[in-house]
C-alpha cells in the first residue's frame, strides 16, 4: 500500500529556516513526480514546488522562488523542502504527495515570533 510521511514541522520565528522530509513507501519512488503542497488556516490547499522524476527539474509558486527548494533521494525514498527566510505567511500544513495521486497527512509549520 502506498505510504507517504512528511516530519520536520514545527514552530520557527520569521526569517528562520526549516527543513521538511516525506518518506514514501509502497511504490516505485523513483518513477514519480513529487510535490509538495500547504493549506492555510481557512484556505484553500495550494501547490508549493514540484520536482520531477526523470531530469530533476523543478518547478515553484511565485510565493515561495527563491526561499524554498525542493530536492529529493531516491536512494532513500524521500523528498525533502528546504525553507529559508520564511515569513509569517507561510504557516500551513505542508503535504507531499506523489502525482497527486497519494497523498501524506502533513506536517505543520508555524511561522512566529
Known amino acids: 500500500q502506498e505510504k507517504l510521511a512528511e516530519s520536520g514541522g514545527g514552530l520557527v520565528q520569521p526569517g528562520g529556516s526549516l527543513t521538511l522530509s516525506c518518506a514514501g513507501s509502497g511504490f516505485t519512488f523513483s518513477n514519480w513526480h513529487m510535490s509538495w503542497y500547504r493549506q492555510a488556516p481557512g484556505q484553500q490547499r495550494e501547490f508549493v514546488a514540484r520536482?520531477?522524476?526523470?531530469?530533476?527539474?523543478?518547478t515553484y509558486a511565485d510565493a515561495v522562488k527563491g526561499r524554498f527548494t525542493i530536492s529529493r533521494d531516491n536512494a532513500k525514498n524521500t523528498v525533502y523542502l528546504r525553507m529559508s527566510s520564511l515569513k509569517p505567511e507561510d504557516t500551513a500544513v505542508y503535504y507531499c504527495?506523489?502525482?497527486?495521486?497519494?497523498w501524506g497527512k502533513g506536517t505543520l509549520v508555524t511561522v512566529s515570533s
Open positions: 520536482i520531477y522524476s526523470s531530469d530533476l527539474g523543478t
Open positions: 504527495t506523489a502525482a497527486e495521486l497519494h
